[in-house]
Nanobody, 121 residues
Framework: QVQLVESGGGLVQPGGSLRLSCAAS????????MRWYRQAPGKQREMVAVLRNDGVTNYEASVKGRFTISRDNAANTVYLQMNSLKPEDTAIYYC???????????????WGQGTQVTVSS
């Protein structure tokens, strides 16, 4: 079974920083892309960052310049470094990965369990 375990969330003051981690484990042949989403109460889930397997990144406009997505391929781990945090960044953050379970298998996606980020003074 593929498992994505998230960590690093918590309470931080405006202007502070957090680094989220998402570690994938299980029988994984390859990972094609990694993403971070977030969802605030009463709001739709939105994608905030994506890292393709060729290294190309994209960010949601409101986090560009403040958030950085990166990976450790050896550890099958994706990170989200969040700087200059604002109250509107408060949400549950979810990681998402596109992967293959076998050499000729289809690409499918998996979700982490979510980690709460609260930005408040």
């Amino acid at each position: 079974q593929v498992q994505l375990v998230e960590s690093g969330g918590g309470l931080v003051q405006p202007g502070g920083s957090l680094r989220l981690s998402c570690a994938a484990s299980g029988s994984i042949f390859s990972i094609d892309a990694m993403r971070w989403y977030r969802q605030a109460p009463g709001k739709q889930r939105e994608m905030v960052a994506v890292l393709r397997n060729d290294g190309v990144t994209n960010y949601e406009a409101s986090v560009k310049g403040r958030f950085t997505i990166s990976r450790d391929n050896a550890a099958n781990t994706v990170y989200l470094q969040m700087n200059s945090l604002k109250p509107e960044d408060t949400a549950i953050y979810y990681c998402n990965v596109d992967l293959r379970l076998t050499y000729r298998g289809a690409i499918s996606y998996y979700w982490g369990q979510g980690t709460q980020v609260t930005v408040s003074s």
